[in-house]
C-alpha cells in the first residue's frame, strides 16, 4: 500500500514576550516565565486592564534589506521575520528559489490593526484612498522571494490552528514543496485593549502582572492580552529524510468545527468543541488513551476554562487524568489571531525538550477544572503526542495533534 | 467562447462543482432594510437584534446567500447544512466601524469603544455570522482580507474539502463599489456593495450529482518556474460574480502564484449572460500583490 508520506515542521521563527525564537521562547517557557508587564508605548491610565504580554521586534535580519524592513508597519514585521526564521531555521533559505514554498498565514484582523497603527500615529489612512497598500503576504513574497501560492486566513484566535492545518493539505495535495504556515497578531493596542476591556473579558490585576493571567485558578479574573507569532516550515517527510535535516514533530491530525451559536460567547455544551478535538484525533489516528499533553486554550476567563475542562472529560472519559495540561497563555498572554500559533511551539517544546511548560500562577485549582495540571513548574516528561487547543469568536474550534518523529 | 489553456491535470489537480451561485448589489437604503427586518430565509437565526451590528458587507452577503439557496434543490432535512463549512473573502471589512471607535476614542477614550466591533467586524465576521445563519457546524473563516485576494477563499474551500471532513462549502465575496469620480445623478452615482454566494461541493462526490450544476471550479499546481502573460488588469472576480461586470472577455488569467484555478460558470447559470470562464492564474511572483490580467478571445 502506497501510504502518503507525513507532514512535519522543519524550521519554526518565532516571537513573543518571552523572547525571538524557538530556543529562547521556549526556555521561559520551561522556567515558568511570565513576560506581561505594565502596557509602556501608550496611555492606558484610563483603560480597565493595564498590563499585557507586549513584544520588542527585532532589527532588520541581514538578509534583508534595512530600508524596506523598517518601513514595514509592526505586525508585517513580525510576519516577516517569524517567516525568515522559519526557512533559515529549517535550512531551506538558500534553496528557496527552486521549490514552490507556500504561505498559509493566520491574522486575525490585519486591516484593522494597520488603520489602527496609522491612527495612532496621526494618519488617516483609515479613510484615504487604499492604493499603495499591499496585503501582508504580498510583503512576505517580495521580501523573502517566495513563489508558490499564499493566503491569509482569519479565524479569530483559531486562526493560527486552521492556517497550519490548512497547510498540511497543501502538502498533501502536492500543491507546494514547503509551506510556510502560522499565525501573527500585534494585538495589544489601545482600541482593542478598550473592546476586550469593556467586554469584561480582561484580567484588572494590574498591580501585580506576572500573577495576573490564572487560567484554570480559582481566583482567575480574566485574559491579559499579547503579541508576536509563530511560523513553521512544513515539509513532506520524504523530503527531509536522508539528508541532515531534522523534523521537530509530524502535523499527525487537524480538526475544525464551528458552534453555529453566538459571535461571542462559546457554546456552553461544547459539543463542537469536543468534535474538533475528536476530528484532529481520527484524523491523527491517535487514541485518546495515547495523549500525553494537551496545551489549552484555557485564556484565564471564568467560563471559558470550566467550559474547556468540561470539554476535555466529555473527550477523553475515563483518561482524562492521563495527559498533562498546562495553559502557557498564563506566560505569554492571549496572543489572540497568534495564540495558536504560539502554542503550537510550546507542544514543540515539550516534545524536544521531553519538559512540559507549566500554567504559571496556578495556586488555588479550580473545582470545576479537575484536570492532570502542570502547575507552576515544568514537568519532564516524554512527550509523544500533543494536542493544541485553539477556539475563538464566532464559534471557531480547533484542534492540532503534533506527534513527534523519529 | 474559447476555453482557457490550463496545464495538463497531474498531481493535486482538484475539481470542484458549483451547485450555485446568488448575488446582489444592493444600495445603502436596500442594506438597511435588511439590518431592519433580517430576510425571511434567515429571520430565526439571524435577528435584528444581531444584524444591528453586522457590517454592510455581512447582510449584503446573507442576502447572496439566500438567493443562492432558492436555487439548490428543496430539501426538508432540518440539517442540511450542518456538516457544510463557510470561507468568506471581504474587502476591508469594519472600515467604516473602526473609523467610528478612532474617533469616539478620542473624545470619550476606552469607555466610548464597542465591544461589537471585535465580533461584528473582524475578518472572520462574514463566515461566522453565515454559519450561524445555517446552522452549519463545519470550518468558518475569512480569507483574505483586500481587492484581489478573493481567490484565496478558492483555495481554502479545495483545501477543507479535500479529507471530506465536510460535505459542502459556502465560497462567499463581498465588497463595495463607489461611483466613479464626477458620477451624476445616474445608477452608478450610488455605493453599492456587492455579494456573491457560492455552494461548491468536490466533483468527485456522490452528492454533486444530487445538487445540480452551474459550474465548475478546476484547480492545478503548476511548476515552481511556470510563467503566464500578464496584462492591464480589466476585471475581478466579485465584479465578475456579480454581473456587473460579465462582458467579454470570456477568459481571463491573472498572475498570484505557482497556482492556477480556473472558474467556469455554464450558460445556464442564474447571474449568467452566457457561459464565461475566470482564470486567475498563479505562476511566478507578483510584485504587485494584485491580480493581473490577460484577457483571451
Redesign the interface.
Known sequence: MNESPSIWITGVGAVSALGLGFDEISKGLLAGKSGIRPVADFDVA???CRIAGQVTLPPAPPELNPTAYEKLWPLERCIVFCCLQALLDSGLWANRG???I?LVLG??????SH??WD?RHGGRM??GP?TG???AI??V??ML????????????CA?GN?AIG?AR??L??????VCLAGACDMGVT??????????RALSRRNDEPTAAVRPFDADRDGMVLGEGGAVFALERSNAVRGDDRHGYAEVGGAG?????????SPDPNST?AA?AVR?ALH?AQVDVADIDYINAHATGTPVGDACEARMLHAVLGPHVARPAVSSTKSMTGHLLGAAAAIEALACLTAIKFRAIPPTINLDRPDTACRLNHVANVAREQAVRVAVSNSF?????N?SLVLKAVA | MQQAVLPGRG??A?ELTIAALGSVNLTVPELAAIRQQSVPRFCERLKPQ?LKHSDEQTLAAIAALAQAIEQMPPCQAADRFANW??VSATR????TA??T??DR?KVD???????Q?????????V???L??A????????????????ET?VV??AA??L??R?VSGMWMIFSGWRYPAQGATQTADAEPVCLAAALAVVDTSTPRADDLGTIGRIHIQ?C??RATTTAGKPTHDLIHWLTGRDRRSPTAQRIA????SVEIELHANSPNGNGAAVFVPQ?A???????PAFAATR
Open positions: 484610563q483603560h480597565p527552486q521549490l514552490r507556500g491574522v486575525a484582523a490585519e486591516w484593522m488603520w489602527d491612527a483609515i479613510g487604499t497598500y499591499q496585503p504580498t510583503t513574497q517580495e522571494g517566495l513563489n508558490g501560492p499564499a493566503m491569509s486566513v482569519a479565524a479569530a486562526s486552521q490548512l493539505e497543501w498533501a495535495m502536492d500543491w507546494v514543496d489601545p482600541y482593542s485593549m478598550a473592546s476586550f476591556g469593556n467586554l475544525m468545527t464551528s458552534d453555529s451559536y453566538h459571535l461571542v463542537y468534535a476530528h484524523d475563538g469568536f464566532g464559534g471557531h480547533t | 498531481a493535486g482538484q444581531l463549512g463557510v476591508y471589512l469594519g472600515r473602526f473609523a471607535v478612532i476614542y477614550g476606552p469607555w466610548g469603544v464597542s465591544v466591533v471585535i465580533p461584528h467586524t473582524s475578518p472572520h465576521a463566515a461566522s455570522t454559519g450561524m445555517l446552522d452549519s457546524h463545519g470550518p468558518c473563516a475569512g480569507a483574505g482580507g483586500a481587492p484581489g485576494e484565496q483555495l481554502a483545501s477543507l479535500r479529507r471532513a499546481p511548476s515552481a498570484l502564484g505557482s497556482m498563479f511566478g511572483n507578483n510584485p504587485l500583490g494584485q
